[in-house]
């Protein structure tokens, strides 16, 4: 007996060690596992930071949250003037020319970098025209760059003899000498002679010393490159005018003062615009502010404006995307332009009115001629097989006489006025700054060019051409939509790029924009910017407004659910009077953090 139990005992004891080598063998492979799962989660998640630092095309931009605003996207700021006072920096500084190019600098739009002294100095001078001027001065005026377009726009054809013929009108105000040069050289450069019938440089009242004779020898032995000049302050309009009349090409092809042309620009733009019923703008890149390095913009985007009227880059509709994919070489319909570049037919342009002589300096021009084009007969549109880069700049370097607000202001109230009927009421209502100004604008005369060529109104505009837009409208509700717990749905304020996660915010007064909410016949609830509330994976989320399910929101009796018949629910969080709670959609309860209070509010 006693023999049988040491022998079990022996032979559980190395069953045991047999199991513990196992164990052991087991542990080893288990910890192998790990560590190899390991490193694959790591790799992974290396990659998916990689990529997703690589798949939009600003994340790689060294000022990304410069460059991105609200709709993730950079708006174009300041694309007329260059130049402010220049700091403590010596007139001497200022007034000479310190172009030195090095060679192979830029190249192929490579980019530029500096050595980390020189960096400091950059930085010194950067105020004076908001882009990098050590740079640019080490950049040939006659760099390479990349050919731009795709296969499809390669392939296309061109009879030059037959295309009209272009007067590039630049108009610059205390530009840097290399960047203007090498704007001009570059068109110069990347045009078919026969198409080329002049350039016209137009100074806005500059006052630097390099910008006088320097200049115009530098011209002087160039073809077909003349200057005017503008001896008081006129602004982009004004001093654009003036180019347009003294022009001769058959098209009107506006360029900024800070620009490169790729090869193949001009003809997809001199071919659409001899059409006569058509503003037509370039595919346009970036020119890093930092290092001129050309970068690629993303293929899709076209131009409209937020609710304040400012210009913004969007996705275009679905019709287009899809228009696009099937024709990538053809050009496609925009609600705006961002003005800086574009071609027009000069007959067309004149027809339609030139430009409203009443805006100053700069701004909202692009915006009247846009709603212009479109509600009196023409259209805009962007072609892609005409690629430009155009140097994007953090903030406008230029000084506005009697200040940006006023300025831009005055500009905005002119264009509202005239083109965009209860929606200018709309922007009044909610801007008091313009609307103070409003009266002080005479613009009957461009009322008078609005009854004589028997322009469709505003209703029809966003109807039309922008379909998709996020204004109210008489078939749209608009106001707050509070909680019962408290809390209205809204943006809340520094939700970046493409939208974020939706939280309750404070509910604010009639008057105030940023917390009020379009509310669509089909059920979307859209903010300014294009955001439309989404329910993501979890959380209710803000997100570009597109034709996802998910952003339909059924109003039943105080409720608000989604197709799939959830509740739009403000989650219990950790606030007392349910601000900053998160949203979401659950299952529908008897819980008053599902029952929502639609607060109309007259938008006009
Ligand atoms: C100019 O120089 C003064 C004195 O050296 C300094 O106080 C000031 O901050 C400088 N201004 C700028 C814009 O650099
Ligand atoms: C740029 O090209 C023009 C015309 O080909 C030439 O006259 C000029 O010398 C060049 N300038 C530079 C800096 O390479
Ligand atoms: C230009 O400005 C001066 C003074 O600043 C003024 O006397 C003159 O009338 C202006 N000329 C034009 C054409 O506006
Ligand atoms: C898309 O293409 C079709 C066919 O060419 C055209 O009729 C339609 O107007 C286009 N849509 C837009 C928005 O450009």
Not at 166 to 186: D, P, Q
Not at 377 to 390: D, K, L, N, Q, Y
Not at 567 to 574: F, H, I, K, P
Request: positive net charge.
């Amino acid at each position: 007996m006693f023999e049988f139990t040491m022998v079990i005992k022996k032979q559980i004891r190395s069953l045991m060690c047999r199991g513990r080598k196992k164990k052991i063998a087991s542990l080893v492979i288990i910890l192998i596992f790990l560590i190899n799962a390991m490193f694959y989660v790591s790799l992974e998640l290396y990659n998916t930071i990689k990529n997703r630092n690589k798949d939009p095309w600003y994340k790689s931009l060294r000022y990304e949250k410069d460059y991105v605003d609200k709709m993730g996207m950079r708006v174009i700021v300041g694309h007329y003037v260059g130049g402010n006072s220049g700091g403590n920096l010596s007139q001497e500084m200022i007034n000479t020319n310190h172009y030195a190019p090095i060679d192979g600098a830029g190249e192929g739009g490579r980019p530029v970098q500096l050595l980390q002294r020189e960096i400091i100095s950059a930085r010194d001078l950067y105020s004076l025209h908001s882009y990098n001027i050590v740079v640019s001065d080490r950049i040939s005026i006659n760099r390479s760059l990349p050919d731009m377009r795709s296969e499809s726009c390669r392939r296309v054809e061109y009879d030059l003899e037959n295309l009209p013929t272009a007067s590039v009108i630049i108009v610059f105000h205390n530009e840097a000498w290399s960047t203007l040069m090498r704007t001009v050289m570059s068109v110069l450069l990347r045009s078919p002679t026969v198409l080329l019938k002049e350039i016209i440089l137009v100074d806005d009242a500059s006052d630097r010393k390099y910008l006088g004779k320097e200049l115009e020898d530098a011209i002087e032995n160039l073809n077909n490159v003349k200057i005017l000049r503008s001896h008081n302050r006129t602004g982009l309009v004004g001093a654009r005018l003036m180019g347009a009349r003294i022009a001769v090409g058959d098209v009107l092809l506006f360029l900024d003062a800070h620009c490169e042309v790729t090869q193949g620009w001009i003809e997809p733009l001199l071919e659409r615009a001899g059409s006569d019923d058509v503003f037509i703008c370039p595919h346009i890149d970036l020119l890093s502010d930092d290092t001129l390095a050309y970068t690629k913009s993303i293929d899709a985007h076209w131009g409209a404006f937020s609710w304040r009227l400012h210009f913004r880059w969007l996705m275009p509709s679905n019709e287009v995307m899809i228009n696009k994919s099937k024709n990538p070489s053809k050009p496609y319909p925009t609600p705006a332009m961002a003005g800086g570049l574009f071609a027009v037919r000069k007959s067309l342009f004149w027809r339609l009115g030139g430009y409203d002589e009443g805006m100053v300096i700069w701004g909202a021009e692009n915006l009247e001629l846009s709603w212009r084009a479109w509600q009196c007969g023409a259209r805009v549109e962007i072609t892609p097989c005409s690629r430009v880069g155009h140097i994007f700049r953090r903030h406008s370097p230029y000084k506005y006489p009697g200040g940006v607000a006023k300025v831009l202001n005055s500009n905005l109230a002119r264009a509202a006025s005239v083109w965009m009927d209860e929606w200018a009421d709309f922007f009044f209502k909610f801007n008091p700054s313009v609307a103070a100004i409003r009266d002080s604008q005479s613009v009957g005369d461009r009322i008078e060019i609005r009854k004589n060529l028997h322009c469709k109104n505003f209703k029809w505009y966003l109807e039309n051409v922008w379909p998709q837009h996020f204004f109210p409208t008489d078939e749209r509700w608009f106001g707050r939509i509070r909680n019962d717990k408290g809390g209205c749905i809204g943006v809340t304020a520094g939700t970046p790029g493409l939208g974020g996660p939706a939280s309750s915010i404070s509910c604010g007064s009639d008057l105030d924009l940023d917390r009020l909410l379009v509310y669509t016949v089909e059920g979307k609830v859209m903010a300014d910017e294009g955001l439309c509330l989404e329910q993501g994976n979890g959380r209710a989320v803000w997100k570009t407004c597109t034709e996802n399910i998910k952003q339909i929101w059924q109003q039943k009796g105080p409720r608000l659910k989604t197709l799939d018949g959830l509740c739009l629910t403000l989650v219990n969080g950790d606030s007392e009077d349910g601000i900053g709670d998160p949203l979401t959609a659950k299952r529908c309860l008897n819980d008053n953090r599902q029952i929502w209070h639609f607060e109309r509010v007259p938008w006009r």
